[in-house]
């Protein structure tokens, strides 16, 4: 009986061992899992935020309401008035005061431009034993310029509103009258659209530009001229923006750029995707985007005169189609509308002498 005893108390001290040598590597396996969760997946996957952050994403999904004045119909023609925005991300007096900068630019340049395009058209086949090494090159260039001499103290803000992304928009007016003794302020503006693609044999690259720069000489500080400049650049999917404002070098901050409108607009078979600008990049981008790639449209459908040049030999054909343009020309809004965060613009363009 003893030793039955003594076999049945040596079972249950292994069969105890057992299980907590079982119960320790369930705690290892579980603690490890964690240090998983909490290192890796949540990090990951963004399921380790606090309130505050997960708050923060839901307020950045939420789009940006847009006044319904920003898209009233502007005539420059008709109206003096116009709108503008500044960049994203800025102190709100110095926001107010480059969306002001940038809407009398924009009167300038839609009411005075000088228009220059160039396009050429490039293509290039050789043939070498049996390879065929085959290239084009389509490059399109327009630089619209204008000069405005007006009175500052002539414009009037009509309206003013400030985005959650520290953007201020204004609609101003402009009181211009053309031979004014008050006109003794200058502004020059231009805006510059590169567009590039090439093909080698099948592999593509797209390179666009666009440049939009001011000079502003007020009568009161007649000695200093004040500058700014926007860059956008995008080579294929890849893209960058460098604004200057004065002395201030304005950091583009990538976000969660998302608006809408409570005006219902409807996008229809007439209305083609080229007039279609998005927004995902703030205002600003898609409203200059938009104006200078209809300026460039509308430059070469006006009068322009081409150049050919084609070289044949045995075993090489080359061909240069070139398109020069230049007219002085007056814009406005035959469209400017927003559907799914992206601006819908439509310019219409006369020639004046």
Request: proline share 1%; net charge negative.
């Amino acid at each position: 009986m003893k030793h039955i005893l003594e076999a049945t108390l040596f079972f249950l001290t292994i069969n105890l061992s057992l299980f907590s040598q079982g119960e320790s590597n369930s705690n290892l396996i579980d603690k490890d899992k964690k240090i998983y969760e909490e290192s890796v997946f949540n990090k990951e996957f963004d399921e380790d935020e606090d309130t505050s952050d997960i708050a923060w994403k839901l307020y950045e999904r939420i789009p940006e309401k847009l006044p319904n004045w920003v898209f009233s119909p502007i005539d420059i023609n008709k109206s003096d008035r116009i709108i503008a925005c500044s960049d994203p991300n800025m102190i709100k007096k110095e926001a107010f005061k480059q969306a002001v900068l940038r809407a009398k630019a924009m009167f300038a340049l839609m009411k005075y431009s000088s228009v220059s395009n160039i396009t050429d058209d490039y293509t290039n086949l050789k043939e070498s034993g049996r390879h065929a090494l085959y290239a084009t090159k389509f490059q399109d260039f327009s630089l619209a310029k204008a000069k405005l001499v007006y009175n500052n103290s002539a414009i009037v803000i009509i309206n003013t509103f400030y985005t959650k992304y520290n953007e201020a928009i204004v609609l101003i007016d402009l009181n211009y009258k053309l031979d004014s003794v008050e006109n003794k302020d200058t502004l020059i503006v231009k805006g510059e659209h590169l567009q590039i693609f090439t093909e080698k044999n099948f592999k593509n690259e797209k390179i666009e530009f666009f440049n939009f720069s001011i000079q502003d000489n007020l009568f009161k500080n007649d000695s200093t001229d004040f500058l700014a400049q926007y860059n956008y650049r995008v080579i294929n999917r890849g893209f960058d923006i460098y604004s200057i404002y004065g002395n201030n070098t304005i950091e583009f901050k990538e976000r969660t750029y998302n608006y809408r409108t409570e005006i219902d607009f409807v996008m229809d078979s007439t209305k083609s995707e080229l007039n279609r600008f998005r927004l995902t990049r703030g205002l600003w981008n898609g409203y200059i985007t938009g104006v200078l790639g209809n300026i460039t449209i509308l430059s070469k459908q006006l009068a322009s005169h081409v150049r050919n040049s084609n070289d044949n030999y045995i075993l090489k054909n080359e061909g240069l189609i070139r398109s020069i343009a230049r007219n002085n020309i007056s814009f406005w809004f035959s469209s400017f509308e927003m559907y799914e965060n992206q601006f819908f613009i439509d310019l219409n363009g006369q020639i004046y002498q």
